[in-house]
């Protein structure tokens, strides 16, 4: 289990009521300027100064005097929202799915961007974001450095994640849907499922391949060498022509449908039929039926994590835990559901 930290405990500290700029700065040893600076998101703060001011204000459960007003006089009816790949289809979903729930909650939402999704871009994403919000949905925590995150500790916050973490998360089953579409693929008769997986850094690349991985194990089947893409057409394109260029290869698993849809390009371009020499499987369900043939996908249920955050915040907001509380895990796990289509029909 992952564990945030964060608990917006003052132990030690000696200060009682709502903490100010001056408590940060005198804990952190800076001026309240740059407390000013780091609450705004500025630039001009040195990267360890920076850090350290964020820890403080974590620890302290800082709030900047602009969002502590709205969310002392309760009139907030924003949400800020974080996000970091809003080009890739599945992130767009899911924003696209808050801010429908969120208007029909008659809230507005308020998107910021973290450039990179590491850790130090997605804490000064979250510093901007909760200005005059009444609470906070992260989405895709894909970072291996999740204990450097400093989420704001009298702040609602929930988590898009299928790992159980000490904040609110929703989640798909990743690593079962990949399940899903290897169990399918064997069925077909393939000896063996050939892997392009995502990013090796990706959380949820990594999950979608122990699936693929236990689903070979299970079977007692040879597990191939995994190649990797960037999630990109292009990426995909380039792993399609390694695996036509092989011997034996009968079977793909695609971690998403756009590399999938590269992949299915190299093929056709290798003078392969799909499926008759080689049977393909996506992940996400994204416009996979306009592929052709049309692409078998495991289906990633992006209205209901969409709604699933909104009303877990919207809880978080009507029932605040105690001052000083330790985050409440709860977590939600979308089911996958696989899409059966033409590029997995039996031979």
Request: hydrophobic content about 40%.
């Amino acid at each position: 289990m992952t564990q945030l930290s964060s608990t917006g405990r003052r132990g030690g500290v000696g200060w009682s009521g709502r903490p100010t700029a001056k408590d940060v700065a005198s804990l952190a040893g800076v001026s309240a300027q740059t407390v000013s600076r780091v609450a705004n998101g500025a630039d001009n703060v040195l990267p360890e100064t920076r850090d350290r001011v964020l820890e403080v204000m974590a620890r302290l459960g800082y709030t900047p005097n602009a969002a502590a007003r709205v969310l002392r006089a309760g009139r907030s009816t924003s949400l800020g929202l974080v996000a970091h790949h809003i080009s890739r289809t599945g992130e767009a979903n899911i924003i696209e799915a808050v801010c429908a729930t969120a208007r029909e909650r008659s809230y507005d939402v308020s998107l910021t961007i973290a450039a990179t999704g590491s850790a130090d871009d997605l804490n000064r994403a979250m510093l901007r974001s909760r200005q005059g919000v009444a609470g906070l949905v992260v989405l895709g925590l894909e970072t291996a450095e999740i204990d450097q995150l400093r989420f704001p500790a009298n702040m609602p916050v929930v988590l898009t994640d299928s790992r159980t973490l000490s904040l609110p998360t929703v989640g798909l089953d990743q690593a079962g849907g990949a399940q899903l579409a290897v169990e399918h693929l064997l069925g077909t008769g393939a000896h063996t499922v050939h892997l392009v997986a995502g990013p090796k850094n990706s959380i949820q690349s990594q999950q979608r391949q122990q699936g693929w991985r236990r689903a070979l194990q299970t079977a007692g089947r040879p597990i191939p060498e995994p190649l990797h893409g960037d999630w990109t057409p292009a990426s995909g394109y380039q792993a399609g022509r390694h695996l036509a260029a092989q011997d034996g290869v009968r079977a793909v698993f695609v971690a998403n449908d756009e590399m999938a849809s590269g992949v299915m390009r190299a093929m056709h371009e290798a003078g392969l039929r799909i499926p008759d020499d080689v049977a393909l499987v996506g992940f996400d369900d994204v416009s996979a039926e306009c592929l052709w043939p049309p692409l078998t996908s495991v289906r990633q249920d992006f209205r209901a994590i969409g709604e699933h955050l909104v009303t877990l915040l919207l809880e978080r907001l009507d029932n605040p835990p105690a001052q000083g509380a330790i985050p409440v895990s709860q977590a939600i796990v979308v089911p996958p559901r696989l899409i059966v289509r033409a590029s997995t029909a039996r031979r």
